[in-house]
C-alpha cells in the first residue's frame, strides 16, 4: 500500500483490532482517528499547506456564524466558498453543514466493528461518496478515500459505473478493506 490514504487505512485498522471485539462508536471515529498526525500528513499532501487542526471536520472551520450562502442539494447543505478548501475535509459518517473540501473521506464499519449508531452500511457509504463526488461537490472534490470492513459486490456493481466517471474527471479515488489483526489491502476499484 503506497497510496494517499494507506496510513489512514493502516492506522484504523490497528484501532479497530485493538478494541477487543467492541468497536468504534462514529465519535471515535471524529475525535481520536481523524485528529492524529496521519490525518495532517494527508491534508498537506493534498493542499500544498499547513493543515489546520481538524475539530470542526465537515464543518465551517472556524467559530461564527455560518455564512448565507448556502448550497442545498437532495437535502444536505454545503457550503460553496470562493476557492476550495484544502486544508479541511469532508466526511462521512458526520451531518451538518459543511463547506466543499478537496478531500472527501468515507467510512463504512459493520458488525462488531462498529459500536452505537450513526455507521454507514457498504451501500450507503457509496451512495454518499456519488452525491458527493457527482452532486454537491463535483468539481472541488480531488481526493476520496473509502475505508470498509465488508464489501458488497451487488452493491458495488450498482455504483460502478458512477465511481468510473469519477475517476475518469481525475479524481484519486483509493479503497482500502480493513481485516482483521490489524491488516488491511488496497482494492483496485
Known sequence: MQGLFSGMAQRLSSMLANTAGEGLTVKELTEDFLISDEMERVLSRTGGIEPAPIEHTNHYPIDEALPDSRWVTRGRSHL???????????FYPSSGPAMCCSTLLVISLSGRNASGSGHLKFEDALERIILHAQGVCEGPTKNIGFLTDSWGAKDYQKWAVNLE???????????????EMGRCSALEV
Do not use: H, Q, T
Request: proline share 4%.
Open 80 to 90: 460553496r466558498p470562493g476557492s476550495v478548501v484544502d486544508n479541511w475535509l469532508n
Open 165 to 179: 466517471r469519477i475517476k475518469a474527471r481525475g479524481v484519486n479515488f483509493e479503497a482500502y478493506l480493513l481485516g
